[in-house]
T-cell receptor
Framework: DGGITQSPKYLFRKEGQNVTLSCEQNLNHDAMYWYRQDPGQGLRLIYYSQIVNDFQKGDIAEGYSVSREKKESFPLTVTSAQKNPTAFYLC???????????FGPGTRLTVT | EDQVTQSPEALRLQEGESSSLNCSYTVSGLRGLFWYRQDPGKGPEFLFTLYSAGEEKEKERLKATLTKKESFLHITAPKPEDSATYLCAVQFPYGGATNKLIFGTGTLLAVQP
């Protein structure tokens, strides 16, 4: 089955620790995205990548970093510089220049 | 500033009671409008894409329509399993990032048996 996988489903970390969220897709999509979802707010774009070894900041990139070494993988690192990291993180992918984005199941990160 | 606004924030319906959700946007050069369904604790599930005013798409009890400034998601004779948050997103032509989306905050739909 083609799709997007995110792991883990739940993640708990202590304040001051970096944490990496995994995102893998087997849809052969060129573009991949990371969003953050908080209660009462729309999905906000953190980073996106349209091609391997290239990525761009979204609207709320501060405190986050990404890499795109393979077409299938787009991991997100939440660094200790992110002031409010507790949130639901969603990864998505799409065909290049096509707005239809397909989402993974999400990772809920809790930082205490 | 480009904006996407969804209304109402929440809607409670009785099973079989038809209604509509609204998504309005302020933008020039709309490239596409997308509807998603999101169940609690899960990722959004793609429903429809609309590209031009007058276009309509249907899937089971759902029908999406598009005008120049807004889209409606009509729900006909809803069932409890239609309960979810429905998200609207609009694609704007941001230079080279032509597939960047702006999301609304969603409408939480509850259908009671």
């Amino acid at each position: 089955d083609g799709g997007i996988t995110q792991s883990p489903k739940y993640l708990f970390r202590k304040e001051g620790q970096n944490v990496t969220l995994s995102c893998e897709q087997n849809l052969n999509h060129d573009a991949m995205y990371w969003y953050r979802q908080d209660p009462g707010q729309g999905l906000r774009l953190i980073y996106y990548s349209q091609i391997v070894n290239d990525f761009q900041k979204g609207d709320i990139a501060e405190g986050y970093s990404v890499s795109r070494e393979k077409k299938e993988s787009f991991p997100l690192t939440v660094t200790s510089a992110q002031k409010n990291p507790t949130a639901f993180y969603l990864c998505a992918s799409s065909i290049l220049r096509n707005g239809e984005q397909y989402f993974g199941p999400g990772t809920r990160l809790t930082v205490t | 500033e480009d904006q996407v606004t969804q209304s109402p924030e929440a809607l409670r319906l009785q099973e079989g009671e038809s209604s509509s959700l609204n998504c309005s946007y302020t933008v020039s050069g709309l490239r596409g409008l997308f509807w998603y369904r999101q169940d609690p604790g899960k990722g959004p599930e793609f429903l429809f894409t609309l590209y031009s005013a007058g276009e309509e798409k249907e899937k089971e009890r759902l029908k999406a329509t598009l005008t120049k400034k807004e889209s409606f998601l009509h729900i006909t004779a809803p069932k409890p399993e239609d309960s979810a948050t429905y998200l609207c997103a609009v694609q704007f032509p941001y230079g080279g990032a032509t597939n960047k989306l702006i999301f609304g905050t969603g409408t939480l739909l509850a259908v009671q048996p």
